[in-house]
């Protein structure tokens, strides 16, 4: 799967899910989304459902941690890793 395409899915995403205005626009592929309130622990629920849909993977419990799903290229290198084997 190609990062740069998946980058701009999950963005587009997050950007039409969470974010409005001004804040999409200022949106790093590195920004925490807990720690600057662009997804709370209820919105990860969104983005791990959609992940799921999406990319057909499970998510297991052990995976729902910051370093797979707190930011864009966080998730672009979890699916990465999960749809690669």
């Known amino acids: 799967m190609e990062k740069d395409n998946l ?3 999950i963005k587009d995403f997050i950007i039409e899910t969470f ?7 200022s949106l790093q592929d590195s920004d925490s989304f807990m720690q600057n309130g662009i997804v709370d622990s209820t919105g990860i ?3 791990t459902n ?6 057909n993977i499970n998510i297991e419990n052990e995976e729902m941690t910051p370093n797979n799903l ?3 290229e966080n998730l672009v290198n979890f699916i990465v ?3 690669n084997g």
């Open 45 to 47: 629920l969104e983005v």
């Open 19 to 25: 974010l409005f205005g001004d804040e999409a626009e």
């Open 50 to 55: 959609f992940i799921e849909e999406k990319y």
């Open 70 to 72: 707190d930011s864009v």
């Open 7 to 9: 980058r701009k899915e």
């Open 81 to 83: 890793r999960k749809t």
